[in-house]
């Protein structure tokens, strides 16, 4: 079982930055792979990056490839989501995901693929 709360979210003009964070209870966080979703209202859940436990792979949808960057610090039990140039698309709210892998560079992009699930951080971007 593990517990997740994301934090950062916040109001920010396009082409700013956030980084959100996501903290994970539990012993065995280094063990779970990680993902970030985001849903806008009246629109179904997006990916939006996805990591393995050991760190190593990483992926991204085109949407957000090269603004955004998915990282973690097993030591703290935390992934993070760095968002750079940010546009107004990209207001929703932002989700962080974990379920247990069973090799050290798998990664999902399918959320129902994760079994744990954080409450979510809004993150609005003003044009």
């Known amino acids: 079982q593990v517990q997740l709360v994301e934090s950062g979210g916040g109001l920010v003009q396009a082409g700013g930055s956030l980084r959100l964070s996501c903290a994970a209870s539990?012993?065995?966080?280094?063990?779970?792979?990680m993902g970030w979703f985001r849903q806008a209202p009246g629109k179904e859940r997006e990916f939006v990056a996805a990591?393995?436990?050991?760190?190593?792979?990483?992926y991204y949808p085109d949407s957000v490839k090269g603004r955004f960057t998915i990282s973690r610090d097993n030591a703290r039990n935390t992934v993070y989501l760095q968002m750079n140039s940010l546009k107004p698309e990209d207001t929703a709210v932002y989700y962080c995901?974990?379920?247990?892998?069973?090799?050290?560079?798998?990664?999902?992009?399918?959320?129902?693929?994760?079994?744990?699930w954080g409450q979510g951080t809004q993150v609005t971007v003003s044009s």
């Open positions: 539990g012993r065995t966080f280094s063990t779970y792979a």
């Open positions: 995901a974990a379920v247990v892998a069973s090799y050290s560079n798998t990664y999902y992009t399918d959320g129902y693929k994760y079994n744990y």
């Open positions: 990591i393995s436990f050991s760190g190593g792979n990483t």
